[in-house]
């Protein structure tokens, strides 16, 4: 029986959570649905025996029965089972996020090659705040790996390149990133005080994947939900939710913490366009359309030249004609120049980039659509 989810298209944002297993319920959702995944699976991290610090208190790790696997070939059968699906109901240009450690990363990783999927970066998320290590034996476990994969090497998946480089203060974003673990305010914690979760994941590391590789209004899909971070922050960025957790008690924290989470305004929910996928503006156009006019002078950024517009959307000047990015690498002596960025106009006593007009121009183009 399939899992209807018209309704999850027909508004702007809408959030569906489910108490059950990850693969019966994703043998459900209809191929070609989802747009991203995000997935922290069980790590299978083998502990036998009790954590204790120097001071003999014991350490609060992972020791849930759903992270326990009988080998290592039953932890692969899993993988590629719950992998096989979320393949499945990914879009052609869709694309996943793994989290795991050393215990069951490179097991994934090896997983998602042979299943299809086609491997775009692993991404250190190195811990600000790492739990120390207390044997003494190995060194400090201070960072998880990430895996981002598309669905096939065919696949246009979403990348958000300039929003991610104005996220990291203009400076393209690495692929190690230092982030906070869970901690404070943000680290759900029973009556008794000890965490409600073992491996909860900070909301900022969610923010960072879903403006990196979504758009609003897409669907994204986490089969294991936990306490339900992936769909506070897609929430919040008013993107469509699936969430699947097994467990009831996670369950219900994670119904509760999403119910609580509230969209941005649309009016903030806008990030910076990815250039390539903008519109593409011939300078001639703003010249049709009356923005730039037949004899305009345009300044350099140096404003050391001074160039004339012609008819035909190009430049010339007393020893160069030719395109807006021609005449500016003729005469910077350049083998290239943005033109866009290079010529100028005066407007009230100002310079302008003529690229101010280029966006005018794009915005009208969207209005008459």
Known sequence: ???????????????????????????????????????DPPYNLQLNNELLRPNNSKVDGVKEDWDKFSSFNDYDKFTKKWLREARRILKKDGAIWVIGSYHNIFRVGASLQDLGYWILNDVFWRKSNPMPNFRGRRFT??????????????????????????????????????????????????????????????????????????????????????????????????????????????????????????????????????????????????????????????????????ARVRPDGTLITHNAKGSIHRVGAILEGSPSCNGWNYWHVKKGGELIPIDYFRQKARTQNANAK
């Not at 399939?2 to 297993?21: A, K, P």
């Not at 959702?29 to 995000?38: A, G, K």
Request: hydrophobic share 35%; with cysteine.
């Open 141 to 306: 476990n201070a960072h998880e790996t990430l895996i981002w994969a598309a669905k096939s090497d065919n696949s246009k998946y979403v990348f958000n390149y300039d929003a991610l480089k104005e996220l990291n203060e203009g400076t393209q974003m690495r692929s190690d990133w230092f982030l906070p673990i869970c901690s404070g305010s943000e680290r759900l914690k029973g009556k008794d005080g000890k965490k409600i979760h073992p491996t909860q994941k900070p909301e900022s590391l969610l923010h960072r994947i879903i403006i990196a590789s979504t758009k609003k209004g897409d669907l994204i899909l986490d089969p294991f939900l936990g306490t339900g971070t992936t769909g506070v922050v897609a929430k919040r960025l008013a993107r469509k939710f699936i969430g699947i957790e097994k467990d009831k008690s996670y369950f219900k924290e994670a119904q509760k913490r999403i119910n609580k989470a509230r969209p941005y305004s649309e009016k903030d929910l806008e990030i910076t366009e990815t250039k390539k996928d903008l519109e593409r503006v011939p300078f001639g156009q703003l010249v049709e359309r009356g923005l730039l006019k037949p004899g305009d002078e345009l300044t350099s950024v140096n404003k050391r030249y001074v």
């Open 1 to 39: 029986m399939s899992l209807n989810i018209e309704h999850l298209f027909q508004s702007s944002y809408e959030t569906e959570l489910f108490n059950d297993d990850c693969i019966s319920l994703m043998e459900k959702i209809p191929e070609n649905s989802v747009d991203l995944i995000f997935a």
